[in-house]
């Protein structure tokens, strides 16, 4: 820590907070204080609300225009006419992102969604004096003019920040970027933000839910025949419309806070991906049964072995392998002194390193830095340009 600096006066006076441009990957953002960094030099905007974290007053929210919002929904049960008058609110909220993004020193904090892209694409055109951090996990090229399209809105932005480093690398060979372009903000448990509840009892089932990317086809396959229950909530038609479920798997479709509590109240968890992706899945649902201080068993090759710690703070399985699902399965239930240990543990890593405030003060950071510095290089470009530079 550097010494006080004499003030003329004789009295000690603090030295001015650094702007930490040492710290070049948001995994070392965690051991910064806020306090510790400056504050950005200009706003920082969001297509999001803040309104539910610490941060409020310094994220800006742009929002869609009331009278085009009132009219996407007034439209919305005609398809031809609501996809229209969606479209025309999209670029108007992209346009209104545009104008903020003028400004000097500006930082937008933005989710994928087609607003956000449509800002992205627009930004490409224009060009902006302002830096765009672009958080986009959920986006996947589905075919040659949506890959350019990806491609040219993900270069506009500034830092394209994924929820795990295999993900950075699977879109930079996928839409040929710099690696230096993707940085990992580690995500959340959307059920921190929640108030406690008062617990129920512990049941004896194991439960799964979710949409993105579930591959529960491998899930099915792997409790057929076993004497243990199995809750699967998902409103994904592809499952709910019947077929070969096993008789101990019950299908539902939880809304919350329903879903939340069958989760904690579950003996065990099981989050089972899809093979062969290109952008991450699930992290959230793996993180709030961590959350809840539920065993959890998570089939992925993809960002869960980033926050699992296999057979310390949960269990990580190769997707798609229904006979080493089955056998982590077995494993957990029928160990329950493994189970409370593999909960406890899971509990305590969400939360020291991934709730909801933490999550967004990562976001604030990493908004501080590129509003002030300018660029946000990862220790890659860093170590090529100064070699003899290591993080602390």
């Not at 950005?40 to 994220?59: H, I, M, R």
């Not at 991450?280 to 710690?309: K, T």
């Not at 543990?345 to 933490?358: I, N, P, Y």
């Not at 976001?363 to 100064?386: D, H, N, Q, T, Y």
Request: aromatic fraction near 8%; charged fraction near 25%.
């Amino acid at each position: 820590m550097s010494p006080p600096i004499p003030a003329q006066d004789g009295r000690a006076q603090r030295p001015a907070p650094p702007t930490h441009s040492s710290w070049h990957e948001a995994r070392f953002l965690d051991a910064l204080e806020l306090e510790g960094l400056l504050p950005p030099s200009g706003p920082l905007y969001s297509a999001e609300s803040w309104e539910d974290t610490p941060f409020s007053s310094l994220v800006e929210h742009v929002r869609r225009g009331r009278i085009a919002a009132a009219i996407a929904r007034r439209v919305g049960q005609w398809p031809l006419a609501g996809a229209l008058a969606r479209a025309l609110c999209d670029l108007g909220l992209a346009g209104r992102l545009l104008v903020r993004s003028r400004k000097p020193a500006s930082v937008a904090l933005v989710l994928q969604e087609r607003a956000v892209l449509w800002f992205a694409l627009l930004r490409s055109l224009f060009g902006t004096r302002g830096k765009i951090v672009l958080f986009a996990y959920y986006l996947h090229p589905s075919s040659g003019i949506r890959k350019k399209l990806l491609r040219r809105a993900f270069r506009s932005a500034d830092v394209c920040a994924m929820l795990s480093r295999e993900m950075g690398e699977r879109y930079s060979r996928e839409l040929e970027l710099p690696a230096e372009h993707f940085v990992m903000i580690p995500y959340k448990s959307n059920h921190s933000l929640l108030p406690s509840e008062a617990p129920l009892f512990l049941g004896d089932y194991v439960f799964s839910g979710g949409n993105s990317e579930r591959d529960y086809r491998t899930l099915f396959q792997a409790v057929e025949g076993l004497e243990i229950p199995v809750l699967v909530s998902t409103t994904d038609p592809a499952w709910t419309r019947g077929g070969q479920i096993p008789r101990n798997v019950v299908l539902i479709q939880a809304q919350e806070p329903h879903y939340r509590r069958l989760m904690a109240a579950a003996r065990l968890v099981v989050v089972p991906l899809t093979a062969n992706r290109l952008r991450g899945a699930g992290e959230a649902s793996f993180l709030n049964a961590m959350w809840h201080g539920r065993p959890v068993i998570c089939a992925d090759d993809v960002s869960a072995p980033e926050y699992i710690e296999n057979g310390v703070d949960g269990i990580v399985v190769p997707p798609a392998d229904p006979s080493v699902l089955r056998d982590a399965i077995l494993m957990v239930w029928g160990d329950r002194e493994k189970a409370e240990a593999l909960g406890r543990a899971g509990r305590a890593k969400v939360e020291s390193g991934h709730t909801h405030d933490l999550y967004c003060e990562r976001m604030v950071k990493l908004g501080c830095i590129l509003s002030r510095e300018g660029e946000f290089r990862c220790p890659r470009a860093r170590a090529e340009a100064e070699p003899e530079h290591r993080p602390r």
